[in-house]
């Protein structure tokens, strides 16, 4: 059984950090590209931030570029995001994702392979 497990979300004031975690468990995780993306009310699921295997590229979305950073570690099974300076457009679900691909970071949902259940990430103006 495949399963990817976020936490860390909650309610954060603007200009605030939070920490998100994703453990990932079964034959996840080294070999696969992970990322998070994230979902508001009556808007679409959107590419946030990917990671490839190694860790050596990084992808994010322009809207939280230079504000969150994405990184794993292997060894625990996990993958973080780093949010920093967030502001009221960033209150959504946030959703892990593992691809089969181990390299190349898209940024399609329909490219992800696994979910986790989604982490709700509220910021109060």
């Known amino acids: 059984q495949v399963q990817l497990v976020e936490s860390g979300g909650g309610l954060v004031q603007a200009g605030g950090s939070l920490r998100l975690s994703c453990v990932g468990s079964g034959r996840l995780f080294s070999d696969n590209v992970m990322a998070w993306f994230r979902q508001a009310p009556r808007k679409e699921r959107e590419f946030v931030a990917g990671i490839s295997w190694s860790g050596g590229t990084k992808s994010y979305a322009d809207v939280v570029k230079g504000r969150f950073t994405i990184s794993r570690d292997n060894a625990k099974n996990t993958v973080y995001l780093n949010m920093d300076s967030l502001k009221s457009e960033d209150t959504a679900v946030y959703y892990c994702?593992?691809?089969?691909?181990?390299?190349?970071?898209?940024?399609?949902?329909?490219?992800?392979?696994?979910w986790g259940q989604g982490t709700q990430v509220t910021v109060s103006s």
């Open positions: 994702a593992a691809a089969r691909d181990s390299i190349i970071v898209r940024t399609l949902p329909g490219t992800y392979n696994w």
